[in-house]
């Protein structure tokens, strides 16, 4: 009689309970049970009895940028009541609206247009007055004033920031062309388009007028240290390379005239005004409300956005 080889391993697994065999293979049936519903990311959200459902809430939660997921999806939360507010509030009033188009000739959705309608018929913000408006003129003079600006020329030693045998390389060069203009600086014109790799080399190295804010901050502070008609002693390193610069003329900022200012003040003002208006009604009609999953206490951020 023959016999049959049985894998001495099968020993080491009993059947389970249960479990049904095939053979010499021991078949256990797989565990099917269903596993738990994963929990909600926020408790439930309502106003007045209509829910803000979750996925509106997580999808809300992308244009919150904050510093935590929990964050974010609180912000989105108040911003979403908020809007679920003053929806409300238009249809209570029975207020009407058609959508309109943005400069981009994109149109509003229905709730956009009730919202937008509600509170133009309930915040009213009167004008800034000439009085005020000056007033904040002459508390805020240094908001009133242009900037410098700069007609400059560099040469630009372009290396890459991770490659350090470059860097070292074009700073080495930006002494020895700093060293050379400094006896003479007529030849910037020529090193510049033997040697710079930006376009400004066809001019020169001009770069024109530049105010604040138009280059990095490295360039900028080289800018505003040097004199009229001084070349910088030392090549100054940006993320692009080494640029060698020579200050051409500095023209000085001057004060706006209020007369020029006061529209934009008013403006400035009036948004203020409206801005708290707006905090100041959602925060009675939350009061009014019955709100569940979030506390509206504080009308702050996306409360009137």
Not at 148 to 164: G, T
Not at 172 to 177: A, L, Q, Y
């Amino acid at each position: 009689m023959a016999t049959i080889y049985q894998n001495p391993s099968l020993k080491e697994h009993p059947v389970q309970p249960g479990a049904q065999e095939t053979g010499y293979t021991k078949y256990v049936e797989p565990d099917t049970t269903v596993p738990p519903k994963a929990k909600p990311v926020t408790r439930e959200v309502s106003v007045n009895g209509v829910v803000v459902p979750e996925e509106i809430i997580l999808a809300e939660a992308q244009n919150h940028p904050a510093d935590t997921p929990g964050e974010a999806v609180r912000l989105a939360v108040k911003a979403l009541v908020v809007r679920e507010l003053l929806v409300q509030e238009a249809r209570r009033r029975n207020v009407s609206a058609e959508p309109e188009l943005d400069q981009d000739g994109r149109s509003e959705t229905e709730e956009d247009a009730l919202i937008r309608a509600l509170t133009d018929q309930e915040i009213n913000v009167p004008k800034a007055s000439e009085e005020e408006c000056r007033r904040y003129y002459e508390l805020n003079r240094e908001k009133f004033t242009t900037g410098p600006l700069f007609e400059a020329r560099h040469i630009l030693l372009a290396a890459r920031s991770d490659d350090s045998d470059a860097r070292q390389k074009a700073f080495d060069r930006g002494r020895e062309f700093c060293n050379l203009l400094a006896n003479d600086p007529s030849v910037f014109s020529e090193l510049a388009a033997a040697y710079s790799a930006c376009s400004s080399k066809d001019e020169g190295g001009r770069l024109g007028q530049v105010a604040r804010g138009e280059t990095v901050p490295a360039f900028e502070s080289a800018l505003e240290a040097l004199h009229e008609g001084e070349i910088v002693s030392e090549p100054v390193e940006t993320e692009f390379g080494f640029h060698v610069i020579v200050l051409d003329r500095r023209i000085e900022g001057r004060e706006i005239p209020f007369e020029h200012a006061r529209e934009r003040i008013a403006a400035w003002l009036e948004a203020s005004s409206w801005t708290k208006a707006v905090a100041q009604y959602i925060a009675i009609l939350s009061a009014d409300a019955e709100i569940s999953g979030i506390s509206m206490d504080a009308a702050d951020g996306p409360l009137v956005q």
